[in-house]
């Protein structure tokens, strides 16, 4: 799991100190001016819903830095995804389980609400479009068209200036958990069915 600082994360820091009238920490703005848009390792065995621990950073911090969510640009590799932290005893369970230290549920908060946020804005973004794996193992977004073929429909989609099957072409809309179903690209279709 890796979190990449915000290019500009030392002068936010600084604007924030300014704004909630508190004092900066000229060590910290140091530290930040070094690691603004680096990639960086997170320590996983304490995971939180707003912060992240690093690893040692050789330069910058020997035991690792606690860093924000707001100098955070992106998590990449995110595991929070289901997860809980205990707020007795600080260890990172499963949702739903129990805390496997205390044994308690009640101290149990989800982490990840970030993940989830960002799930719900990726699919927003992609409404009414299916997710489609492609040749080189990337992902696209494609709006599916259908054409009837017989007695049944089969959907197609545009990708690389062409058109292509959805799968085998029988894969058909369920409804709007079809919208989480990773799809696959069939094959090229006719040039007359190609597109008007
Ligand atoms: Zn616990």
Redesign the pocket.
Known sequence: MLIKIKKDACERYLRRCRKYKHASNSGWSAVLSKIEGKTLEVETKHLFKDQYNTVPIPGVSDKGLRVMHCDVEEVIGDIRLGMAR?S??G?TTVQGES?S????MS?LEPIDEYIKAKIDEERERNKGRIKIKVDDGNYVYRTPNFMQVGNFQQMWVRYNGGAYLVGDGDEYIRGPESYDTIFKLGKQIENKYKLK
């Open positions: 205990c007795y005893c260890l805390c230290k205390c044994g308690e101290y």
